[in-house]
C-alpha cells in the first residue's frame, strides 16, 4: 500500500456535489481516506471562468500510480469531464490530478509526480498542508510549509463566513 495525494477541483455545475461525487469514487480506491475542507480559488492561467472548489485527498492504495491514474480519468469521464473538447486549464466539472506517491518521484510522459506545478498552486498547498502539515518534496527534502508564503491569496474557505 502507498499513501497517495489527490487534488480535486470543480467550477462547472454543482461544484461541491461534483467533489462529493468524486471523493466517494477515489476513496473507493483504496483505505484509510481523508478529504481536507473544501476551499474556493480563483481561476489562476485561464482567469476568465468561474471560481474553483477545491480539495485534496489522501488515501491508502495498492494501485500502481498509472493505474490511479487511469482510474481518475475514468472517474472524471463519469462525472461529464470531456477532455477531448474543453479548453485547457478552463472549467470543468471535475478535475482529478495525482500530486504525490509516498516518496516517489517518476517522470513519464503523462505522469509525473510529484505534480510539476503543485508548489506554484495556493489552491493546492492550503488543503495539502491542512491534512499533512509536515510532508516533504521527495526531490528536494523541502518542507511544502515553507512554500507557501505568498502563495495562499485567492484561496478562501468554503463556505465564505
Same mark, same amino acid.
Request: glycine share 8%; charged share 25%; with cysteine.
Given at each position: 500500500?502507498?499513501?497517495?495525494?489527490?487534488? =480535486?477541483?470543480?467550477? !462547472? #455545475?454543482?461544484?461541491?456535489?461534483?467533489?462529493?461525487?468524486?471523493?466517494?469514487?477515489?476513496?473507493?480506491?483504496?483505505?484509510?481516506?481523508?478529504?481536507?475542507?473544501?476551499?474556493?480559488?480563483?481561476?489562476?492561467? !485561464?482567469?476568465?471562468?468561474?471560481?474553483?472548489?477545491?480539495?485534496?485527498?489522501?488515501?491508502?492504495?495498492?494501485?500502481?500510480?498509472?493505474?490511479?491514474?487511469?482510474?481518475?480519468?475514468?472517474?472524471?469521464?463519469?462525472?461529464? $469531464?470531456?477532455?477531448?473538447?474543453?479548453?485547457?486549464?478552463?472549467?470543468?466539472?471535475? &478535475?482529478? &490530478?495525482?500530486?504525490?506517491?509516498?516518496?516517489?518521484?517518476? &517522470?513519464?510522459?503523462?505522469?509525473?509526480?510529484?505534480?510539476?506545478?503543485?508548489?506554484? $498552486?495556493?489552491?493546492?498547498?492550503?488543503?495539502?498542508?491542512?491534512?499533512?502539515?509536515?510532508?516533504? &518534496?521527495?526531490?528536494? #527534502?523541502?518542507?511544502?510549509?515553507?512554500? =507557501?508564503?505568498? $502563495?495562499?491569496?485567492?484561496?478562501?474557505?468554503?463556505?465564505?463566513?
Amino acid at each position: 500500500m502507498s499513501t497517495c495525494y489527490i487534488a =480535486l477541483g470543480s467550477n !462547472v #455545475g454543482s461544484r461541491d456535489g461534483n467533489l462529493a461525487a468524486a471523493w466517494k469514487k477515489v476513496a473507493a480506491l483504496g483505505t484509510e481516506a481523508l478529504l481536507s475542507s473544501l476551499y474556493e480559488t480563483e481561476p489562476m492561467y !485561464v482567469t476568465d471562468q468561474p471560481l474553483f472548489l477545491n480539495a485534496v485527498g489522501r488515501v491508502q492504495s495498492a494501485l500502481s500510480p498509472r493505474e490511479m491514474l487511469d482510474a481518475l480519468h475514468e472517474i472524471e469521464a463519469a462525472l461529464g $469531464r470531456d477532455r477531448g473538447r474543453e479548453t485547457r486549464m478552463g472549467p470543468r466539472t471535475i &478535475d482529478l &490530478d495525482i500530486l504525490l506517491w509516498g516518496d516517489r518521484v517518476i &517522470d513519464e510522459p503523462d505522469l509525473i509526480i510529484p505534480h510539476p506545478r503543485m508548489t506554484e $498552486r495556493g489552491f493546492v498547498l492550503v488543503p495539502l498542508l491542512e491534512i499533512a502539515p509536515r510532508l516533504t &518534496d521527495p526531490r528536494t #527534502g523541502v518542507f511544502y510549509s515553507e512554500l =507557501l508564503p505568498g $502563495r495562499s491569496r485567492g484561496v478562501y474557505s468554503y463556505p465564505r463566513q
